[in-house]
């Protein structure tokens, strides 16, 4: 039985459920208008009507070669839709007593039809058209009632009418299997498919997950590198800015040892050895706590605020550039007053190295004056020098690095430190101020939070 289904209906290749479907209904539309033919050869009834069925039969075996050649349920739904509606009702109205007949059960059957088979769009012209051929066979009835055909007796009428119910009901049954089917079929697939797509996006949502995580991570890991290349940087212009000053100053001492024993003045050639020997210990200690600072600071610039005093701070400093500022006759007067300040000590005495050292770097034959003073709650001290000075536009460029300005003797610089300065006084939350007249020289100011308990709890 399958089998002759199967081969019926047509193969699943070829043809979707909905188009199986109404092969097979076609078929036993077919057979059962053969059957009706058979019965009504029984009633006393012309022949014109007797044949009707065989007609019928007749439509339904050219639309179901129709329907199983076409690969097109579209073509083939609307073939059925208007060849039933403008040719098989009419034709069932004449013969079947008209509005008093069985052939409402019949339209019934085609409107079932038409919202099992057709699609949205369709189905509104499918009814309109019905509507209308219905309408128009009222009308026939009403004005040429001798065209239609009334059964002689009553036991034809009704043998008819239970053909037409039998008929109406066996096919309605078999559209509503296609409908069943059809949907229970298209519903299976949509929550295969919904099951597929939330799978796939959950796959989605975890991949994107990680691929966010090693975005992430590979930012992270940039930003270290760009942050560990920027604090080398900064370390290799802080150890080279910082050592350069005292060793010219050690090479200038050796210099002057070499003259002074070449001329055979002991007396010069021992003081100036004292002088190394002084100079070579300081830079010693300076090498020694740069190394240790970039230990500390290995991962980036690090901010350690703690209670300083800036005349400490400044006379560590000043003992490195003593002898420097001594080869270029030049007098550093240090007028600090006690002084507490919250920063980074390591950081501090950078900052006091760097303003000093360029003070000596463009000062000769002169003075370098560093005072202090008490504002609010902040600390201003004063790096100020009598040595060449600026112009407005070396002043407006000063923190760039390409404009390098030799000093006195010809010193070369980095062209970083005041940058460097200035980053380290902002991080230890104080500003830094520079006034200049060329010829005439310049001066450095700085801010720094004085100490206070509150703020030592805070850090």
Not at 19 to 31: K, P, Q
Not at 190 to 198: A, I, Q, R, T
Not at 277 to 285: A, K
Not at 305 to 320: A, F, M, N, R, T
């Amino acid at each position: 039985m399958k089998n002759i289904l199967a081969a019926i209906s047509g193969s699943k290749e070829h043809y979707n459920i909905m188009h199986r479907t109404l092969n097979i209904v076609l078929a036993v539309a077919v057979l059962m208008s053969f059957i009706s033919f058979i019965l009504i050869s029984f009633l006393k009834i012309p022949d014109k009507i007797r044949f009707l069925p065989i007609i019928a039969a007749s439509f339904f075996t050219i639309a179901y070669f129709i329907s199983y050649k076409s690969k097109s349920f579209v073509k083939v739904v609307t073939f059925l839709a208007f060849s039933t509606i403008l040719f098989l009702i009419p034709l069932s109205w004449i013969s079947n007593e008209g509005s008093s007949g069985g052939t409402h059960y019949f339209i019934f059957l085609i409107c079932i039809a038409i919202y099992t088979l057709a699609s949205k769009k369709n189905r509104v012209w499918y009814i309109g058209l019905l509507l209308l051929v219905v309408f128009g066979l009222f009308y026939f009835e009403v004005k040429f009632p001798n065209y239609i055909y009334y059964y002689p007796d009553l036991s034809s009428k009704y043998f008819i009418f239970s053909i037409y119910v039998t008929f109406s009901m066996i096919i309605s049954v078999f559209f509503l299997d296609i409908y069943y089917k059809y949907y229970l079929t298209v519903n299976r697939e949509l929550k295969y498919k919904n099951k597929e797509l939330k799978m796939a996006k959950e796959q989605i949502y975890e991949q994107k997950e990680k691929i966010e995580l090693q975005y992430q991570q590979l930012k992270e890991k940039a930003d270290e590198l760009k942050i560990a290349n920027e604090t080398k940087d900064k370390f290799y212009s802080i150890i080279a800015h910082d050592l350069k000053s005292p060793f010219n100053t050690i090479i200038n001492f050796t210099q002057l040892i070499q003259e002074y024993a070449q001329k055979g003045d002991y007396e010069s050639f021992k003081q100036y050895l004292c002088f190394l020997s002084d100079s070579s210990e300081q830079v010693y200690s300076l090498l020694l706590n740069l190394l240790e600072w970039s230990k500390i600071q290995s991962k980036g610039i690090n901010y350690y605020p703690e209670k300083v005093d800036v005349q400490i701070c400044l006379s560590s400093v000043l003992k490195i550039f003593q002898y420097t500022a001594l080869s270029k006759n030049i007098s550093i007067i240090n007028q600090l007053h006690d002084c507490l300040v919250f920063a980074d000590k390591n950081m501090l005495e950078t900052i006091f190295r760097n303003l000093v050292s360029n003070s000596i770097k463009f000062t000769k034959d002169a003075k370098i004056y560093i005072s202090n003073e008490k504002k609010n709650t902040y600390c201003v001290i004063r790096i100020k020098d009598e040595g060449i000075g600026m112009d407005e536009k070396e002043l407006e460029n000063i923190f760039d690095p390409k404009n390098v300005k030799r000093g006195t003797n010809g010193e070369k610089g980095s062209g970083l430190g005041l940058s460097l300065v200035k980053e380290f006084i902002k991080i230890n939350k104080g500003e830094l101020f520079i006034e200049s007249k060329k010829g005439k020289g310049s001066s450095f100011s700085f801010t720094l939070p004085l100490y206070t308990e509150k703020s030592f709890n805070k850090s």
